[in-house]
T-cell receptor, first 111, second 114 residues
C-alpha cells in the first residue's frame, strides 16, 4: 500500500531557529513529491521535486529529494512566527490520478 | 489570481441528513478532487473527476457520492450524514497532466455532524 510518512508530527521552535521537516514515502512508480504549507485556510503550494529537479530553494525555504532513501526534507532557516503552519508532503505516482498525502507536520514558531 | 471556492466554511448537520458540499473553480481545470482531512491522518482522497460527468473513487468513497455536471463545479454529497463524517473537507483542482502538476485548494469546509 502506498504511503507517505512525515516526521515529526509537531514541532515548537523559537524565532530564528532552523528547522528540518522529514518526509519518507513508499510509493510504486514514483513521479514527483510536493510540499504544501497550510495555515488556517487552504494548503498553498511550496515546491515540486522530481527526478529532474531534486533540490529547490525559495528564500528561507529549501527542499531536497533523496530518491535513493525515498525521502525528502524541507528546511526553514531563520524561522518567523509567520512560518507557523502545517506542512504537508505529498507524492504523485504514475499509476493514476492519485496524490498521496502525509499526515503533516505542525510547526509552531514562538516569538 | 486562481481561485477555488467552497460554498461554506462551517456546517453543522444532523445525523441522517443529506448534505451537499459545493466547490467551484475559475481556472478552467479539467481535474477536481475532494479530500477529507483529519488530525494525524492527513488528506485522504474521497473522489476525483477528470472531466465533466466523469468520476473516480478515491481511497475512502464509502458514504459519499459526487456530481460534476459542469466543468467548473464539483459537488460532494453525503447521502445520510453520520458522526464519523465530521471532518474538514477540502476541494482541489488541477490541470492535466495530472502527474507533475500542483493542485489548488479551496479554503475548506468544516463539517460537524451531530
Amino acid at each position: 500500500e502506498d504511503k507517505v510518512v512525515q516526521s515529526p508530527l509537531s514541532l515548537v521552535v523559537h524565532e530564528g531557529d532552523t528547522v528540518t521537516l522529514n518526509c519518507s514515502y513508499e510509493v510504486t512508480n514514483f513521479r514527483s513529491l510536493l510540499w504544501y504549507k497550510q495555515e488556517k485556510k487552504a494548503p498553498t503550494f511550496l515546491f515540486m521535486l522530481t527526478s529532474s529537479g531534486i533540490e529547490k530553494k525559495s528564500g528561507r525555504l529549501s527542499s531536497i529529494l533523496d530518491k535513493k532513501e525515498l525521502s525528502s526534507i524541507l528546511n526553514i532557516t531563520a524561522t518567523q512566527t509567520g512560518d507557523s503552519a502545517i506542512y504537508l508532503c505529498a507524492v504523485i505516482n504514475t499509476g493514476g490520478f492519485k496524490t498521496i498525502f502525509g499526515a503533516g507536520t505542525r510547526l509552531f514558531v514562538k516569538a | 489570481d486562481v481561485k477555488v471556492t467552497q460554498s461554506s466554511r462551517y456546517l453543522v448537520k444532523r445525523t441522517g441528513e443529506k448534505v451537499f458540499l459545493e466547490c467551484v473553480q475559475d481556472m478552467d481545470h479539467e481535474n477536481m478532487f475532494w479530500y477529507r482531512q483529519d488530525p494525524g491522518l492527513g488528506l485522504r482522497l474521497i473522489y476525483f473527476s477528470y472531466d465533466v460527468k466523469m468520476k473516480e473513487k478515491g481511497d475512502i468513497p464509502e458514504g459519499y457520492s459526487v456530481s460534476r455536471e459542469k466543468k467548473e463545479r464539483f459537488s460532494l454529497i453525503l447521502e445520510s450524514a453520520s458522526t464519523n463524517q465530521t471532518s474538514m473537507y477540502l476541494c482541489a483542482s488541477s490541470s492535466p497532466p495530472v502527474m507533475n502538476t500542483e493542485a489548488f485548494f479551496g479554503q475548506g469546509t468544516r463539517l460537524t455532524v451531530v
